[in-house]
């Protein structure tokens, strides 16, 4: 299995900022795409920022010019830097990775970590 495990989220005043990082463990072979979700309470979890192998990036449009994806194929982690901060941002970050790992063989993975909690407020 390969496990993904957050940290740094927290409490930030608006227009503040915060570093998320992402490392997954276990016998990976090759991470393909591994990028960042939210959930605010009483909506779903949605994309915020995703980077492919090749180093391609996609954002959600409300967070494009302020959030920032970058990702370390040797350490296979992924960083998100979030500035300008907006309460709207309110949510728990969840990350995600699909690629390649050895369980006996070769198998396929898409897996998610625990969540980190992001919370905006003066």
């Known amino acids: 299995q390969v496990q993904l495990v957050e940290s740094g989220g927290g409490l930030v005043q608006p227009g503040g900022s915060l570093r998320l990082s992402c490392a997954a463990s276990g016998s990976i072979f090759r991470i393909n795409g591994i990028g960042w979700y939210r959930q605010a309470p009483g909506k779903q979890r949605e994309l915020v920022a995703t980077i492919t192998s090749d180093g391609s990036t996609n954002y959600v449009d409300s967070v494009k010019g302020r959030f920032t994806i970058s990702r370390d194929n040797a350490k296979n982690t992924v960083h998100l830097e979030m500035n300008s901060l907006k309460p709207e941002d309110t949510a728990v970050y969840y990350c995600?990775?699909?690629?390649?790992?050895?369980?006996?063989?070769?198998?396929?993975?898409?897996?998610w970590g625990q969540g980190t909690q992001v919370t905006v407020s003066s």
């Open positions: 995600n990775a699909d690629g390649r790992y050895l369980s006996f063989s070769w198998q396929n993975f898409d897996s």
